[in-house]
Structure formats: C-alpha cells, structure tokens
C-alpha cells in the first residue's frame, strides 16, 4: 500500500495527485493546511522507523502547496503506533494524535490500547511525546478527535481488549496531553464511537450502539464538562 495525496477543484476535478510509495506499507489517515499553504500528513509506516513489515510506526509528512515531500519521519516504539489527526499549535509548531501499543509492559501487543500525542516543531523534529492511558483499566483507543475552546482537546475512543470487545468513552486533556476528565458510556460493550465535533457549548459525537443482534447509528451530545 502506499500513500496518495490529491487537490482538487471545488467541483472534484483533479488538480495534481501525487503517489509516496515505501517499501512495505504507507498510509495517510489525516492532513491539515498550514498557513502558509503547506499540508501536514499523519498515518503510519512499516517501511522505515523502528519497525518493519507487519508492526507499524506513527508518520508524519509535511509537502508544499504542491505536493512536492518538505520532510517525513517516523516516530514510536517497536510495538504498534499510528496517527490519525493532526493539527497546528499557537506556537507555529504541529500536534498529531493516535495510538499506541507500545508501552504497556507486558500488556503491549498488536493492538492500539493506549491514546497517543506527539507535540512537533514546524520541521518535524519531536518535542514531547505522552501516552493516554487510564486508571480505570480501559484502553484509550482514539477514533476522533477535536480542538477545545481553551485550546485543548476532546477525544472520541474505544475500549476493545480490557474491559469487554468494546467500550465507548470520550476525554479531554489540556493543550500538553494531560487528562481532564474522561466519561465512559454504555458500558456494555455493544457501542462505538468514531467522530466527536464542538457544537455550540459542547460537544457533539457520533458511532453506533447494538443490542447485540442489530446495530444502530448513534448521536450523544454533552456539554463543556463532558
């Protein structure tokens, strides 16, 4: 697999579409815009970094306005990483977000248990790398993700190995990846959750909740304080 990155016109007519291909498999799961013009990627990589093959590293690219690579680099342990958002800082910097299996001792496996942050600077060098994790014995498996108003971030994730196959719970952390409060819904394990949005003086989230024959979409708001 490799990573495809396209601009279009407004009605989907292509403009340019650029192929980055690495020896095993690359893949882009979210971008942003910078000022400037230039796009900041994230994914992941097993074909440079710490791992190969079949375990995975986080990516983060940077291309100019016209997709042409200003750099690319790999970040994680020898376990399992991806990143799947990222976004600008105030300080002209990037902060991505993902998961981890990295550093859970003898728990680390192929799964993504742990929520991530990466705190870089403009060129992609690392500043500060935080894992999610929780002392409620769940897994902080991040789906989406969105910016707060006080310039933290509202987390949309899935616990799918500890407490039972899944578990819908959202959380927030300030701006350095440090958790603020964190809601566990329908603790049954017959729901998800994908996408979370800001919506008006909360926050608005989206998956699905199953009766454990059916499944079906599902909406729940809250407010500031979750």
């Keep these: 697999s490799a990573c495809v990155l396209t601009k279009m016109t407004l009605n989907g007519s292509i403009i340019w ?19 400037d013009g230039s796009i900041a990627a994230v994914g992941f990589t097993s074909s440079f970094g710490l791992n190969t093959f079949s375990i995975h590293d986080g990516l983060a690219m940077r291309f100019d306005a016209n997709g042409n690579i200003l750099w690319i680099n790999a970040y994680g342990s020898t376990d399992n990483e991806w990143l799947t958002h990222i976004f600008t800082t105030p300080d002209g910097g990037l902060m991505a977000i993902g998961a981890t299996s990295g550093w859970n001792g003898g728990t680390g496996g192929t799964y993504q248990d742990d929520g991530w942050m990466i705190k870089l600077d403009i060129g992609g060098d690392l500043q500060w790398s935080k894992v999610i994790q929780s002392d409620q014995n769940i897994d902080f498996g991040i789906q989406g993700v969105t910016t707060s108003a006080d310039g933290g971030y509202v987390m949309a994730a899935n616990d799918v190995s500890n407490i039972s196959d899944n578990v819908p719970l959202y959380f927030k952390t300030d701006a350095n990846g440090v958790i603020e409060w964190s809601k566990v819904y329908n603790n049954t394990g017959l729901g998800r959750l994908y996408s979370v949005d800001r919506s008006g003086d909360g926050y608005v989230l989206a998956g699905y909740v199953s009766d454990g024959a059916q499944a079906d979409a599902w909406l729940l708001r809250c407010d500031a304080a979750g």
């Design 17 to 35: 579409s650029k192929v980055y291909d690495g020896v095993y498999i690359d893949w882009i799961e979210g971008i942003c815009t910078l000022p």
